[in-house]
């Protein structure tokens, strides 16, 4: 087995995260979910405290496709917590384009840094991103399979709204086929429990099939499938909004034909309950109209800052970092 593989090797924090790849969040256990969320909170009371806590590390983040919130907070993480960064945005300035592999580029890249973010178009990338690479790989987006880290600032925004992330009525709405970030969300939530998902898209993009067997399989946990947003809003706790993929559809004309199919507008929030909560992952295109960013339930900045919390605790995680003052959750 290479070193930094999910072998549960040594692990000086007793968590173990230590050496983990993050290929999706089942390479995480809930206890260490929760100690990633008690991890992110800590960072957030104590900047300063932390800033030292990876002096000497190099994260690298690869990024195959575009990226603003990924990319930039996977970096600034490092960053805030005293290490550096390399990496390419754009394939087109490395050497893919000259025909190199995933793998070479890990067998490479492993060789220089601690920790490697990798996003890529092709469903399955960062898996055999992880199977190359010598250290901890933290898939960043593959394709419209799943995406681990966005889910942990999904679950961080919800512990902060609510409190809690079970027992909650979660509406999901608009590309439920292609948003990564939606498969990631739900599978996660399952595993956690007590959750009643509204699927709310057009017939073409319904939530895949691999995902609501997911919800099937777990019996604290139901479904319905609607059309309309209108007639449900009502019900939901959390109204976890999503953009037409436009990067991966096969014709324009259904893109087009789909893009504004949800758009969420102050008379649309009128129906809603007085404390639920909007998220989105971002980027938007026209699915939250921007009147919609002062209502006090809009929820989906505090979500970009959770992301580079949740990414400053996974990144200290997997490298092996403790961060000064810090009581676990689970005593050791
Ligand atoms: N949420 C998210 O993945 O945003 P970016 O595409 O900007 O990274």
Do not use: W
Request: contains cysteine.
């Amino acid at each position: 087995m290479i070193a930094g593989a999910n072998s549960g090797g040594a692990n000086p924090s007793g968590d173990g995260m230590v050496g983990r790849h993050v290929v999706t969040l089942d390479d995480v256990s809930t206890a260490q979910i929760r100690e990633l969320l008690h991890k992110a909170q800590y960072i957030d009371a104590h900047r300063k405290e932390v800033a030292h806590t990876c002096e000497g590390r190099v994260l690298a983040t690869l990024f195959y496709e575009p990226s603003t919130r990924t990319r930039l907070s996977f970096e600034t993480a490092m960053l805030r917590l005293g290490g550096k960064v390399i990496g390419f945005a754009g394939a087109q300035l490395a050497s893919v384009t000259k025909g190199e592999s995933i793998a070479d580029t890990l067998k490479t890249v492993s060789n220089y840094v601690d920790v490697v973010a990798i996003r890529h178009p092709k469903e399955g990338a960062a898996l055999v991103a992880s199977r190359a690479s010598s250290v901890p790989v933290i898939n960043a987006g593959d394709g419209g399979h799943m995406h681990p880290t966005q889910t942990l600032a999904d679950l961080a925004t919800l512990q902060s709204r609510f409190g809690r992330i079970t027992d909650l009525t979660v509406g999901l709405c608009g590309d439920l086929t292609f948003g990564r970030t939606v498969h990631s969300l739900i599978e996660t939530l399952c595993r956690f429990g007590n959750v009643h998902f509204v699927l709310i898209s057009p017939d073409e993009l319904k939530t895949p099939r691999y995902v609501i067997d997911r919800i099937e399989s777990t019996a604290t946990c139901s479904y319905t499938e609607v059309r309309d947003l209108s007639s449900v809003i009502g019900d939901l706790d959390v109204l976890y909004m999503t953009r037409v993929q436009k990067e991966r559809f096969f014709n324009e004309d259904d893109y087009l034909r789909l893009r504004d199919t949800y758009i969420l507008d102050t008379e649309k929030m009128k129906l809603a309950k007085p404390n639920m909560a909007v998220l989105h992952p971002l980027p938007r295109v026209n699915e939250i109209a921007v009147e919609v960013d002062d209502d006090p339930r809009a929820a989906y900045f505090e979500q970009v800052k959770n992301g580079m919390l949740m990414r400053m605790a996974l990144e200290s995680s997997v490298v092996g970092d403790e961060l000064p003052g810090y009581e676990p959750l689970e005593p050791k």
